[in-house]
């Protein structure tokens, strides 16, 4: 159900149907990592509320077991109709259309596909959440001959990919997505978060986007096609271009980043498919943050929650001793 | 860049230390960085050994160019493996001497590099690699 997912997040809907959806983040690119600035988890949470529903859930556990094990929950507890949508692409979808699709075509999965294959958004009825439960206790692999496809014909990228991510950023950065960088804009295709420090001979080339807290040092150079996200530091004279910096990552000085995926220490080019380790090199690592965790879902996402916040929905943590493997999120 | 293909004895190829272990690394330090300021001919400073660059490694390697940068020697870098060939871009140091994927490469006739430059000029369009690795002469 979740292929090489290690965690999931999952929602169900109180009405007017039962609603979920899952995520699959995939070290070392998780999906609860922001793109400009923005949440995806939060992007389709917006989408799942414009449908009506109330409350979802938010799960995470132990990949593929876990996630089959969970709807095949939701169908002893007599849900109708389930959304999934694993968290490994962001689409401008039009969730009403898919559901009226489901409805018309009376099929009892209907998965969602873009040009590239499936974008991890499906719709199940009972009897197929019943078959899913069945198949998952009886060991056997899942069967997709009664799935109908959904084409999609909008935006999507998938967010697992680095280049892909890479792309969503690009197309947020010149308006060509309907993603929008997660800051001020202080000149032409130029967004910055809270708290930015650039120094005054740092450059900064648009397209960019620079994410809240961070640290941009003398002779630096941020883009064209940039993003440098949170609470990153780009020490002196290190240049980003047409690449991702992830948050709480450091660079140090006189480095060139391009076409580049930069997570920590770990370094994705693009272009040559290839994999760097920065950390050993002493050219760049992850900058420790008190009391924060690098877990998709942490704790503080149970409270808001609960108070039912309809800001971004935050980071919450699943103990491993959780009797349920999902969390009920009020929208 | 002719004579490069067709004498190959005419260049020196020296691997680069790979030892795991400081002391037989400190030996293989000395013995390169010797056979370096000892050379008469162009040089080809061979990664192949290494699966990747340490942060000695890369002190080491701008040693080497800082021995070269006052003579006339020519050199050029193997780089062995693709996370090599990233991190002598992401430092910088490609810029300094032309980065080839293996040996056979480096002493190819220059038409061979051309090619692949266009290779990459390609890729480079398509908007996923500016590599500035390859070269001709």
Known sequence: MVPGGDDFTGMRAARPHGLAAFASPRAPYSSRLPILGNDVLQSWTERVRKLGVQSLWLASGAGVQAATSALAEFARQGIERLLVIELKSYAEMDLADLVRFHCERRSPVTEAHDAGGQLGVRLLDRPALRASGEKHESSCPPTDSVQTPYQFSGYSKRILSARERQELVADGLTGACAMRPLGTQIREQVWIGEDVKVATSARILGPTYIGARTVIRAGATIGPFASVERDCVVDCGTTVERSTVLPDTYLAPGLLIRNGLVDGGHLEHLGWGAAADLESAGLGNRIPRRGSSRNPFSAATTDACSRGDNALVPNFALSSSAPQPWLQVQL | ?137
Do not use: Y
């Open chain 2, 1 to 137: 860049m002719e004579d490069k293909a067709m004498n190959r004895a005419a260049w020196s190829i020296l691997p680069f230390p790979s030892a795991s272990n400081s002391a037989s690394r400190r030996a293989q330090r000395k013995d390169f960085l010797s056979a370096l300021r000892a050379s008469q001919s162009p040089v080809i400073l061979d990664f192949s050994p290494c699966r990747s660059l340490s942060f000695e490694d890369i002190d080491l390697l701008l040693e080497c160019m800082a021995h070269v940068a006052g003579r006339d020697t020519q050199v050029v870098f193997v780089s062995g493996s693709r996370a090599t060939r990233v991190l002598l871009e992401v430092t910088r140091i490609s810029s300094l001497a032309p980065v080839f994927n293996s040996i056979e490469e480096a002493l190819a006739p220059p038409e061979t590099g051309a090619v692949r430059d266009a290779e990459d000029r390609a890729q480079d369009r398509q908007g996923v690699s500016q590599s500035q690795t390859l070269w001709s002469a």
